[in-house]
T-cell receptor, first 110, second 115 residues
């Protein structure tokens, strides 16, 4: 089965500190990965996708095929970044894969 | 917001009763999904549908059933066979592409409490 793994369920950082949310994948081919975010009392929504190579709200994510990782990074955390973050692969018809990682709850301490 | 709706926001049922959660989308998306979200367990896929009149089981389909009679609608029934039905249920939709899915758009969720 194709999997993504988020090893940290909880992550706390101080405001202004760098933050890295880890995501590792375990499938071959050309992965097209996504990061989703769920702020308190809001819908789960797309934060960024690998293929677009863009920076959203100061976050970036680089695909590292050697390490099979797609870690989400931000150089200076803000309080409003506190949320639940999910890493997700695309779905391929016929595959038996878990769509989302188990998520990491990020808390930015003022 | 908008585009994909779920109703009701909160739902209470007695143990042993079936209950159906509504999910509607007007995004013209082919694919629709149902997840449950439990603290500490993240999102787990219940059922998904790539096209009308077709759907597949996800990772935790036992005790649930779905139908996809219309492109816009993907209702989820939580049956009395589901051993732990109290949870937050999320519906999502996306365009379906030949080689993979596009981003998923999520509804606001339904919190089901069974006592």
């Amino acid at each position: 089965a194709q999997r993504v793994t988020q090893p940290e369920k909880l992550l706390s950082v101080f405001k202004g500190a760098p933050v890295e949310l880890k995501c590792n994948y375990s499938y071959s081919g050309s992965p097209e990965l996504f990061w989703y975010v769920q702020y308190s009392r809001q819908r789960l929504q797309l934060l960024l996708r690998h293929i677009s190579r863009e920076s959203i709200k100061g976050f970036t994510a680089d695909l590292n095929k050697g390490e099979t990782s797609f870690h989400l990074k931000k150089p200076f955390a803000q309080e409003e970044d506190s949320a639940m973050y999910y890493c997700a692969p695309p779905y391929f018809p016929g595959a038996n894969n878990l769509f989302f990682g188990t998520g990491t709850r990020l808390t930015v301490i003022p | 917001d908008g585009g994909i709706t779920q109703s009701p926001k909160y739902l209470f049922r007695k143990e042993g009763q079936n209950v159906t959660l509504s999910c509607e989308q007007n995004l013209n998306h082919d694919a629709m999904y149902w997840y449950r979200q439990d603290p500490g367990q993240g999102l787990r896929l219940i059922y998904y549908s790539q096209i009308v009149n077709d759907f597949q089981k996800g990772d935790i389909a036992e005790g649930y059933s779905v139908s996809r009679e219309k492109k816009e609608s993907f209702p989820l029934t939580v049956t009395s066979a589901q051993k732990n039905p109290t949870a937050f249920y999320l519906c999502a939709s996306s365009m379906a592409r030949d080689r993979g899915q596009d981003e998923q758009y999520f509804g606001p969720g339904t919190r089901l409490t069974v006592t």
